[in-house]
């Protein structure tokens, strides 16, 4: 065999400086800058995010209909904090919107009224209203003791009197000629006969003969007659009396409340609508006065209730204060139930009963948030019934709706509802992932009309000095906003290359700031769990993670003890035909961590081509699938240049009862197939992970920190021997963001990483033996790995097709 250069394994092993990023403590020593607390906005900076600065800008200064506003990103990117922060600031510097109230519709009152004044023009006019309605109360009824109507009332009873006084009379007179005489009890009139000028008595009545009796009833029937003529007007008497008391009544009841009228008319003159309102109000409160306030029931109610019911039919129903001093609102709905944001109609219960009016009319967030702009979570909306499709129905109308959505659906009630629809003017911005975007952008047309502007988020931030040093600085107000102790340097620095970790990348820091806020907080625990004194320094933030990974870490040892204790087959040591050291990475929930995996390789004289063991058996998904497919790729475009290629092979990850799906392996399955051809063993003191095409150029993969690590992790537990490794994509080096531990371990010169840019290089890594160069005759070296992979394939050709005579 011809034995691998030796400058191939110095040429492709990585150098301590390639395994994470270079940074300086020095960096973040000028980043401390002051807090506001007394603003939350204030107190947090922003860091990157141009490209959706830039557009939240151009969507929420567009007055137009349909710019509202989708905000892609993941969460803990700080979109959130980022809109609220440019959403407070524009909205400080635009006038607070106009205050709706419901008011009682006097005429239907199943359908209130809106009425809409200037900001803080609502609580003016409910103290004002209820200011009026004391006024109301301290009037009657002792507004009817006064001695002019008690006057004008005597003058209509007497005038009442008069006329059946006078009626009476005339009956009276003529009864006295028939000897009869007249009189009234319990107010009906009777008869009786005179006898010697006295009036008898029933019983002497009795007494009478027969005659005297018989002219007395035809004299009572005459007198009858006349008293029926005299008092024929007598409905008319009493109901024209009834009516001049009851304008009496009205007439003093206006007088007496026009002067609050004319004074509330005055208040609120540069105000139609409230001026519209008053009128309405002027043109029932003398009925609802003399109804409620002047009742002559036994059963009076108390001036608490008396109030109540008042304020049930004239108080306003303002439904969100404003402040002309604050600007448009900013509202955030975290809960965007349908009633949440558009409202309801309460109920209350009175004596067993349930009942409703405009009183009880509860603004949503829609109301709250008109005039100014409202923040959703896209993922909340969509899962709420029927909001979505109401959502977009406001915001194309331009009008708040407050109804039950189900009320088609459900029994109807005694009584409901409509409350007359408000106007609506507002910016929506929707929180969501790429995923609800897109879809949302394939299925519903409505939503590109209405969501104009994508403010798309970036999951990276640059690692440029400047982004750097605010990282840190957003890192320190944090500590400061949570009285947590001064946060060093170094440890600024180890959260920065944490997150640079997070984001799997040298020049590029996770924009995810929320994991890097766990991490702070669970430092100061560590550091009140050693005394609490002096700064958080790095060792605090080393504590963090170490007890982190404890606390997730119980998967990951069980794995490696079970390798340990040979329960999974996996060597560290000596070399084995069609046999690798796969590298994979498991992700169960918060646990990430990574694993070797033995991956093997049979081969045999057959036609049926390459066989993932795992696509088979329905393990293997579709990503994994296509990076084997492409190993019959390479090997027809490597080796059949002169004659088919015709091999039956399986591949199969060894011991692996789970889904698997990614085409990290693939490097790793063409090695172990070509160690099964050509019967050269693989060092199973390296580990390789990588993606090939059908060219055998070597590919990037992802999870490469924690793949070196796992397998590290391994070695270092068995015992470093010096010769262990792995193999990555030479593409992958950007991504090396190692631990402190592989990064020593490399600098003694006990592990080694090599980064290898072709699949020769690997094969040469792995089994020490040159490649081999095809020469000008299509041949290669014959002791080279191609010249024997060429050599085996040939012999299988021919035992399938038979050899050329």
Request: charged fraction near 25%.
């Amino acid at each position: 065999m011809t034995k691998m250069p030796t400058y191939l394994a110095d040429q492709t092993r990585l150098g301590v400086d390639d395994l994470t990023s270079s940074l300086s403590a020095s960096l973040f020593s000028n980043g401390i800058k002051p807090v506001n607390k007394g603003n939350e906005f204030d107190a947090q900076g922003f860091v990157g995010h141009e490209r959706a600065k830039e557009a939240l800008e151009f969507g929420l200064s567009m007055s137009a209909i349909g710019f509202n506003v989708f905000a892609m990103g993941e969460h803990g990117t700080g979109r959130q904090t980022l809109i609220k922060q440019m959403l407070t600031s524009l909205a400080s510097v635009k006038t607070a919107p106009d205050e709706w109230c419901y008011t009682n519709n006097f005429d239907e009152s199943h359908i209130p009224l809106t009425l809409s004044v200037k900001p803080a023009g609502g609580k003016k006019l409910l103290i004002s209203m209820n200011k009026f309605i004391d006024g109301l109360l301290s009037l009657f009824p002792e507004v009817f003791d006064n001695p002019g109507y008690q006057r004008q009332k005597s003058a209509i009873d007497r005038e009442f009197n008069r006329k059946y006084d006078q009626a009476i009379s005339v009956v009276e007179e003529l009864a006295l000629k028939e000897n009869v005489v007249l009189y009234e009890e319990n107010g009906e009139v009777g008869f009786s006969p005179i006898v010697e000028g006295k009036p008898l008595s029933d019983k002497e009545f009795s007494n009478l003969n027969e005659t005297d009796r018989a002219n007395f009833y035809k004299s009572l029937n005459e007198l009858e007659n006349v008293l029926s003529e005299q008092l024929l007007e007598l409905p008319l008497w009493k109901r024209l009396s009834f009516d001049q008391l009851r304008q009496l009544k009205n007439d003093t009841a206006e007088n007496a409340i026009k002067p609050y009228i004319t004074e509330l008319e005055k208040e609120f003159s540069n105000n139609e609508g409230v001026l519209n309102y008053l009128g309405k109000v002027k043109s029932h409160v003398v009925d609802a006065v003399l109804e409620i306030l002047v009742t002559e029931s036994d059963d009076t109610p108390t001036d608490k209730e008396l109030r109540k019911l008042m304020v049930e039919r004239f108080l306003p129903n303002l439904l969100v204060p404003r402040d002309n001093t604050k600007g448009a609102p900013v509202v955030y709905e975290q809960n965007p139930t349908y009633q949440n944001l558009f409202g309801h109609v309460d109920f209350a219960s009175f004596q067993g009963s349930s009942y409703t009016s405009y009183r009880l009319i509860r603004p949503g967030a829609l109301h709250k948030a008109n005039g100014g702009y409202l923040l959703l979570d896209a993922e909340k909306v969509l899962s709420q019934p029927m909001v979505w499709s109401r959502l977009k129905l406001a915001l194309k109308t331009q009008q708040i709706t407050i109804e039950n959505p189900y009320s088609e659906y459900s029994q109807p009630s005694g009584y409901s509802l409509q409350p007359e629809k408000i106007p609506l003017q507002v910016k929506v911005v929707l929180l969501g992932d790429a995923e609800i975007y897109y879809t949302l952008q394939d299925y519903d047309q409505e939503f590109t009309e209405l969501f104009r502007v994508l403010a798309d988020f970036d999951r990276h931030l640059d690692k440029t000095d400047s982004n750097l040093i605010a990282f840190g600085q957003l890192i320190r107000q944090r500590a400061d906003k949570h009285n947590y102790p001064e946060v060093s340097d170094d440890a600024v620095l180890e959260l920065v290359r944490y997150a640079l970790r997070r984001g799997e990348h040298k020049y590029k820091v996770s924009a995810n700031i929320v994991q890097v806020n766990d991490l702070l907080d669970e430092a100061n625990y560590c550091w009140q769990k050693q005394g609490s004194e002096g700064p958080l320094k790095a060792q605090h933030i080393a504590l963090a993670q170490a007890a982190k990974k404890r606390r997730i870490g119980r998967l990951s040892e069980t794995w490696l003890s079970e390798i340990k204790e040979q329960q999974v087959l996996i060597h560290t040591e000596g070399g084995f035909i069609g046999k690798v050291n796969g590298l994979t990475v498991l992700e169960i929930g918060d646990s990430v961590f990574g694993t070797p995996a033995r991956i093997t390789a049979t081969v045999y004289a057959g036609s049926e081509g390459v066989t993932d063991i795992e696509r088979e058996v329905d393990l293997g998904k579709s990503i994994h699938s296509k990076g084997v497919l492409l190993l019959t790729g390479y090997l027809g475009h490597k080796y059949g240049q002169t004659f088919p290629v015709s091999i039956s092979a399986n591949i199969a990850i060894e011991q692996s009862y789970g889904h698997i799906d990614g085409d990290s392996a693939s490097m790793a399955e063409l090695c172990a197939l070509i160690s099964a051809i050509t019967l050269l063993p693989i060092d199973q003191s390296l580990a390789i992970t990588g993606s090939i095409n059908q060219h055998g150029e070597v590919q990037s993969i992802g999870g490469v920190n924690e793949k070196i690590e796992g397998f590290f992790q391994l070695c270092q537990d068995k015992g470093l021997t010096g010769t262990q490794g792995v193999i990555i994509p030479k593409t992958n080096v950007i991504n090396l963001m190692l631990n402190d531990e592989v990064i020593n371990a490399v600098a003694r010169g006990e592990f080694a990483i090599h980064a290898v840019e072709t699949i020769d290089q690997a094969l040469e890594l792995l089994m020490n033996v040159d490649a081999g160069n095809i020469s000008k005759t299509g041949r290669y070296p014959r002791k080279s790995i191609h010249g024997l992979a060429l050599d085996k394939l040939e012999n299988f050709s021919d035992i399938l097709n038979g050899s050329e005579e």
